[in-house]
């Protein structure tokens, strides 16, 4: 019997079905994390941006940069604005290749959590991402920064050139619009008893108050970037459960406020443009019962804004995304239920909201067993659709994303 430095070559030959075994099972476990992208036979693209493991992943956005790579960003810690070691990190997929890269960080306050990121290119190609930093780990008091790259097409995270805090100055009219739009408004007030305050009234009192009208705006979906290079960002308070948009005229380099969208919870804006001008805010419903899907428009450029009301779409208190196509066509992507996020659907309009024809599901699977969540929609220059989502299966999390041509959805239910 020969000696080897593994062993005797008996022990060798008995180690190796084990060792084989062990490589196939690599192997195996390996390709379900990275998914490679490959087309089912709808059309529809789908993989993990990178393993799945048992950190808080969250609020992704996905980017197209100039020469076709896609880049991704999300915040990942031990939980959300209590937990002081969330970060900003991202991966990029490079144009032709099928997996994602490690990832890397792109923002880390120490000692702070860094949050709700989203990134966009201006007219003028530069790379912009929009996030938030905690203060005293409360929503209300949290600070929105930016960054700004030119030099974004290399691997790892892009070279900033410039960072700054977004300071909006919400005036008087901001209190008068809120305290007008509610008392104009019908919705009941379900949520209250006869002997606690008005939601309405508590609201209207706060916006009185400058440092209060002034602080805590945040992001989460990417801006809409007109054809004259004017940028509508959306924005929402956690503080004021309500939203506003930051307008800039001078491709990110300032920013004022809009008026408020007013109702009662509308959140999280995802802002598309009619062909008549008319700016549309779908929204998160974190108002009372039943849940649904906000609506506000805008016919001044996003400056002013109807109050909130609620379309008949269900919502359970999630982020919602949207986009206008090449074409015209609109798509959005949401979680369709009243409770839960088990459950991510992408519907498309042929005639601007009107009506949602068609519907696909992204995921679909019995409630209580996971959820897939705030969802970043784009397209890209070659007509496909990509969507950047939140995963949680079993514990296993990342950030899943998605690739589909239109006519995927249009191979789903007709509504």
């Given amino acids: 019997m020969k000696n080897n430095r593994f062993g005797t070559d008996d022990q060798t030959k008995r180690k190796s079905p084990v060792v084989f075994l062990l490589f196939i099972l690599f192997c195996v476990l390996t390709s379900?994390?990275?998914?490679?992208?490959?087309?089912?036979?709808?059309?529809?693209?789908?993989?993990?941006?990178?393993?799945?493991?048992?950190?808080?992943?969250?609020?992704?956005?996905i980017v197209e940069l100039s020469n076709g790579d896609l880049l991704s960003c999300w915040f990942e810690g031990s939980g959300e604005r209590t937990a002081n070691d969330?970060?900003?990190?991202?991966?990029?997929?490079?144009?032709?290749?099928?997996n994602w890269s490690k990832p890397f960080v792109m923002a880390d306050t120490p000692d702070n959590p860094d949050c709700n990121p989203l990134l966009f290119v201006d007219k003028i190609k530069r790379l912009h991402m929009v996030w938030i930093v905690v203060v005293a780990n409360r929503w209300e008091s949290s600070i929105l920064k930016t960054r700004?790259?030119?030099?974004?097409?290399?691997?790892?995270?892009?070279?900033?050139?410039?960072?700054d805090i977004i300071l909006l100055k919400p005036g008087a009219e901001f209190a008068e619009t809120i305290e007008k739009q509610f008392r104009e408004s019908d919705t009941p007030g379900l949520a209250w008893a006869e002997y606690a305050p008005r939601y309405e009234n508590m609201i209207v009192e706060a916006s009185k108050d400058a440092a209060k009208r002034e602080t805590g705006w945040m992001g989460r979906i990417k801006p809409l970037i007109l054809a004259d290079g004017?940028?509508?960002?959306?924005?929402?308070?956690?503080?004021?459960?309500?939203?506003?948009?930051?307008?800039?005229e001078d491709n990110g380099d300032n920013w004022k406020a809009s008026l408020p969208i007013v109702g009662r919870g509308n959140i999280q804006p995802t802002i598309l443009q009619k062909t008549d001008g008319t700016m549309v805010a779908y929204m998160r419903d974190n108002g009372d019962s039943p849940g649904r899907i906000m609506i506000s428009t805008s016919s001044d450029?996003?400056?002013?804004?109807?109050?909130?009301?609620?379309?008949?779409?269900?919502?359970?208190?999630?982020?919602?995304?949207?986009?206008?196509?090449?074409?015209?066509?609109?798509l959005l992507t949401c979680n369709d239920l009243e409770e839960g996020r088990n459950r991510l659907a992408?519907?498309?309009?042929?005639?601007?909201?009107?009506n949602w024809k068609w519907k696909q599901y992204l995921e679909n699977i019995p409630q209580g067993e996971g959820g897939f969540a705030?969802?970043?929609?784009?397209?890209?220059?070659?007509?496909?659709?990509?969507?950047?989502?939140?995963?949680?299966v079993k514990n296993d999390k990342t950030i899943r994303h998605a690739c589909f041509p239109e006519s995927w959805?249009?191979?789903?239910?007709t509504k």
């Fill in 230 to 248: 004017k940028i509508l960002l959306p924005l929402y308070s956690d503080g004021f459960n309500l939203s506003i948009v930051g307008i800039s």
């Fill in 148 to 163: 700004i790259s030119t030099d974004y097409l290399g691997d790892g995270a892009p070279k900033w050139n410039w960072q």
């Fill in 409 to 413: 959805v249009k191979e789903g239910n």
């Fill in 374 to 392: 705030y969802p970043t929609m784009i397209q890209t220059k070659d007509g496909m659709i990509h969507i950047s989502y939140s995963y949680s």
């Fill in 301 to 330: 450029g996003g400056y002013s804004w109807c109050p909130a009301k609620k379309t008949s779409i269900p919502n359970p208190g999630s982020s919602v995304d949207a986009i206008v196509l090449n074409n015209g066509h609109w």
């Fill in 32 to 61: 379900v994390t990275l998914m490679p992208l490959k087309p089912t036979d709808s059309g529809l693209l789908q993989q993990n941006i990178f393993p799945v493991q048992g950190k808080h992943v969250h609020s992704s956005s």
């Fill in 86 to 98: 969330v970060m900003i990190k991202g991966a990029r997929l490079k144009k032709g290749q099928n």
């Fill in 346 to 354: 992408v519907y498309l309009s042929e005639d601007e909201g009107m």
